[in-house]
């Protein structure tokens, strides 16, 4: 079984939840079997697997639709394929931290929210969680991040802001 079968991730993602809710509730939860192969083939969430050098090798249904790439166009590529340009440094930097530390910021239940490219060139918003994947001697080998596609709330938001901020201002205006 190669590093980035399906079913090591699936395990690997299994394994950080019992973890967590160990930690939280001491209880070890049974996932029923073929919980995580289910949930990789979905549609709903992307899950994006890399190697320690950041190339992609798992992409799944939910990834195909949020990022427009098919898992044959993804595969064997760099993470730069969905990371714009402006935040290849950052993402690399903190990618090459996590592979030497084995530790990461976003595996608890932190989200990092960023913008990702996608085929048509548009830009989607994104929030996920990262899940360290380990070789057998428990060395990083490489992560899985889960991506949800939140553009639709950040515009509302965003929209939400805006008109805010000017009927502050209009309300400003009027007692002047
Ligand atoms: C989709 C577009 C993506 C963008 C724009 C992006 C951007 C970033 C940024 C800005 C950081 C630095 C965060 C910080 O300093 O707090 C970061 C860190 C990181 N990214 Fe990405 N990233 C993307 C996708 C991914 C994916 C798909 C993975 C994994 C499969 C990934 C793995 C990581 C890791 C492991 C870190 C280090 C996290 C830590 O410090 O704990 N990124 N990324």
């Not at 340009?85 to 595996?107: F, K």
């Amino acid at each position: 079984m190669s590093d980035f079968d399906p079913r090591r991730i699936a395990r690997a993602i299994r394994e950080a939840q019992i973890t967590r809710m160990e930690q939280s509730t001491k209880l070890v939860a049974m996932a029923p079997d073929g919980l995580g192969e289910a949930v990789l083939a979905s549609a709903s969430d992307a899950v994006v697997a890399t190697d320690r050098e950041g190339i992609i090798t798992f992409w799944n249904p939910g990834a195909e639709r949020i990022f427009g790439f098919a898992t044959s166009e993804a595969v064997g590529r760099s993470l730069d394929l969905i990371v714009p340009d402006n935040l290849r440094p950052r993402h690399w930097a903190g990618y090459r931290h996590v592979m030497a530390t084995g530790e990461s910021r976003y595996g608890h239940g932190d989200l990092l929210s960023v913008p990702a490219l996608t085929k048509n060139g548009s830009r989607v918003s994104v929030e996920f969680t990262i899940v360290m994947l380990r070789d057998d001697r428990g060395r990083p080998a490489g992560t899985a991040a889960i991506l949800r596609d939140v553009t639709k709330r950040f515009e509302e938001t965003r929209q939400l802001k805006r008109e805010l901020a000017q009927s502050l201002q209009s309300k400003g205006g009027l007692s002047r």
